[in-house]
């Protein structure tokens, strides 16, 4: 049995993952997905103070406190920038890291650096101007397309304000770069025209990664659960 802690991304919570942690259950493993400060039903905690350091404190404290060992823990988009850190405070109660499409960072990087310019320059702005100067808003069309999978609405539907000092402070490791096994999970669909982002690249020329690619959109715990839980499965399973 593998015990699966996921980290959620940016403007979301645990409740988007209530898709996928069944398929994992039933297949006989725990599943443990913790929402961050100031996102999900926790957005009431959010404060101009939650930053990067809270989120990996969040997480180090759910492995010390169920006592969780030889963890498979998997961090979605901005979730990556947080399982990095939890992998350096607490390394010994990991098995492994994935990283499904998320960020890569490195000692010293923030979110707001591993994203396009015109994207950090959008998130800036939208705090200023409808986050009061702290929280950056979900960066979504509105309307939103009359043909959006109900699954996705509902999660749409729950998407909060992100806390921006999150995406700004640099990450601090304490230990340099881990040697814990590591896996990208790549989503390729609805990606036409986008460049490829560093931590992709990064991936790629590094020997020490396993790359596995998944036919899915970037949400794929919402739009493909059952794809998504198969590949954790088999990631977890070596």
Do not use: N
Not at 14 to 36: K, Y
Not at 37 to 53: C, F, M, S, W
Not at 101 to 130: F, N
Not at 179 to 197: D, I, N, Q, S
Request: proline share 8%; aromatic share 6%; charged share 20%.
């Amino acid at each position: 049995m593998a015990t699966f802690v996921i980290v959620h991304g940016a403007w979301s919570g645990a409740h988007a993952w209530r898709w996928v942690r069944p398929l994992l259950r039933t297949a006989g493993h725990e599943v443990v997905t913790p929402s961050l400060t100031g996102l999900g039903e926790r957005a009431h905690l959010a404060t101009p103070e939650t930053d990067l350091d809270v989120h990996i404190a969040d997480v180090v404290a759910v492995l010390h406190y169920e006592d969780l060992t030889d963890v498979v823990l998997v961090g979605h988009s901005y979730g990556g920038m947080v399982i990095t850190g939890v992998a350096d405070r607490t390394p010994e109660r990991i098995g492994q890291l994935v990283y499904l499409d998320a960020d890569v960072p490195r000692a010293g990087e923030s979110m707001l650096d591993l994203v396009p310019a015109e994207s950090r320059a959008l998130y800036e702005e939208s705090a200023r101007t409808r986050g009061d100067g702290w929280r950056v808003p979900a960066p979504l069309p509105d309307p939103l397309p009359p043909d959006i999978p109900s699954e996705v609405a509902w999660a749409v539907a729950r998407m909060v304000h992100h806390p921006l000092a999150t995406m700004t402070q640099p990450l601090h490791l304490e230990h340099g770069e881990t040697e814990l096994p590591r896996t990208f999970v790549l989503c390729t669909e609805e990606k036409e025209g986008e460049a490829e982002p560093p931590s992709v690249t990064r991936v790629r020329t590094d020997p020490s990664w396993r790359l596995v690619e998944l036919a899915a959109s970037h949400t794929a715990h919402v739009a493909a659960p059952a794809l998504l839980s198969s590949t954790l499965l088999k990631i977890a399973a070596g």
